[in-house]
């Protein structure tokens, strides 16, 4: 049998937290990273600052744009007339730069 002290339990409890936040923590992130639905709305093109891409045939199960804004994040249909609107204007602003 063997006899462990208690600050060895201690500090086996507290490795084992650490490593369930850290595992837990990267699943989140990459939830967070993927668009899972699209807007329901358009957004005013005044407000939005730049923009990404994401393909469902790399890490995400669908295929958006994801407008960036001064507080968030939207994710919105690349199919849709009015995205393709901001992408281009977006990329027109990038390339007077």
Not at 80 to 86: E, G, I, M, T
Request: aromatic share 10%; charged share 20%.
């Amino acid at each position: 049998m063997v006899r462990c002290s208690s600050q060895s339990l201690v500090l086996i409890a507290f490795a084992s937290v650490l490593l369930f936040q850290l595992f837990s923590g990267a699943e989140a992130a990459s939830n967070f990273d993927c668009c899972l639905q699209y807007t329901k709305y358009p957004l005013s093109f005044r407000l939005i600052v730049g923009f990404t891409q994401q393909l469902a045939d790399e890490a995400c199960d669908i295929n958006a744009i994801i407008f960036h804004t001064k507080r968030r994040l939207v994710c919105a249909d690349p199919k849709q007339p009015w995205v393709k609107k901001a992408v281009r204007i977006l990329s027109q602003r990038v390339k007077k730069m």
